[in-house]
């Protein structure tokens, strides 16, 4: 049995992201993820790493372009307005195919908001704050280990498809703490295999292989339509190789919740309290917020009469929802706002409410 480590969030995050073979670390401090660059400066020199703490969110994202386009594994990492100051960058990350994995430790919006935990920032991480034809792929973990797990994942699936990965964690993933197992240490790639591994990465002259760009002008609006339509394969093919979902309970279920992120843990909760009051249950938890798993909504069983999506923002995940039930069933939300939580007996009796009403 794999010894267990009782550890906090951020810190799990930071720590899975350098064992995953991430040497270059860039950000500015913003509640409530200061645990991560704090145990980066501590810990990513001792592995040979870099550590720059930026001027602003818009100087780490910029940096971090740069390290990735020279062929490093790189972390972001901030929080939702910090997120926002970001856009413009992750969408020209996207534009030029550089890979790197940012994390999000959501809080509550809009604007600077609260320093609570929230997941107002659905809408921003999977349809994108930035300018153009671009997706990033969205990983929402329910549990520090889940969210190791996704990060250490993470960063090749962002090698692999030349893109960016978003790990929407939320406040409370972020502080609480969990016993993890720690996933294994792999070895940094070295400077000299950086050109065999990442071909398109700006490594000098001295690697002695063709010349490389990197280019997001497009004076030539026909080129432009053309660069964009070669790309554009990968994102259909992520989106029918990565989404990845739980499902609980749906064979016989009268209701069926679809949550995510910490939310999920407060429904499956609720989840027995209703099966106390005689209400079958079930649950749709997206693991990938992008691409959505539209797939997971099939399973649903001829019981169900109701399904209610569960946030801790105005729907923003509900339309989602919506989009991949089809029609087939009547969709409600039961939400939070503003970095409020959910507590299982609120879940439950707002359920009751809905059904009551139905």
């Not at 994202?61 to 490093?72: D, E, L, R």
């Not at 703490?177 to 001295?206: C, F, N, Q, S």
């Not at 070669?230 to 679809?258: G, M, R, S």
Request: hydrophobic share 40%; charged share 25%.
């Amino acid at each position: 049995m794999k010894e267990k480590k009782l550890i906090k969030g951020n810190e799990a995050f930071a720590m899975a992201a350098i064992n995953a073979g991430c040497r270059y670390y860039f950000g500015y401090p913003i509640t409530p993820q200061n645990e991560i660059p704090e145990f980066m400066s501590r810990e990513l020199a001792k592995v040979g790493g870099a550590f720059i703490q930026a001027e602003s969110e818009l100087g780490a994202i910029n940096m971090a372009y740069g390290a990735a386009a020279a062929g490093g594994r790189v972390l972001l990492s901030s929080s939702s307005p910090g997120i926002a100051l970001m856009q413009e960058g992750i969408s020209l990350l996207c534009s030029v195919q550089l890979p790197l994995v940012l994390i999000n430790v959501m809080r509550g919006g809009p604007g600077i908001g609260s320093i609570q935990p929230a997941q107002a920032d659905y809408n921003q991480v999977t349809k994108g704050g930035g300018n153009g034809d671009y997706h990033c792929i969205v990983y929402a973990p329910n549990s520090i280990q889940e969210a190791m797990d996704m990060i250490y994942k993470g960063f090749d699936v962002a090698d692999e498809y030349r893109n960016p990965v978003i790990i929407a964690a939320d406040g409370m993933l972020g502080q609480m703490m969990e016993p993890v197992v720690v996933p294994p240490a792999r070895a940094a790639a070295e400077e000299k295999d950086i050109p065999l591994i990442k071909p398109y990465a700006l490594t000098g002259h001295k690697c002695k292989r063709e010349r490389n760009a990197i280019n997001s002008v497009w004076l030539k609006q026909e080129l432009l339509e053309d660069y964009i339509n070669e790309y554009w394969p990968k994102y259909e093919k992520a989106e029918k190789e990565l989404p990845e979902y739980v499902t609980k309970n749906l064979e016989d279920a009268e209701v069926v919740f679809v949550a995510y992120g910490s939310t999920s843990r407060v429904v499956l909760e609720a989840m027995e309290i209703l099966a106390r009051d005689g209400i079958k249950a079930g649950l749709i938890r997206p693991k990938t917020l992008w691409p959505f798993p539209k797939e997971a909504f099939k399973e649903i069983g001829a019981s169900t009469a109701h399904v209610i999506s569960v946030e801790l923002s105005k729907g923003q995940m509900m339309n989602d929802v919506k989009l991949a039930i089809e029609g087939r069933y009547p969709v409600s939300l039961i939400s939070r706002v503003g970095g409020m939580l959910l507590d299982p007996v609120e879940v439950a009796d707002r359920t009751k409410t809905i059904l009551e009403v139905m």
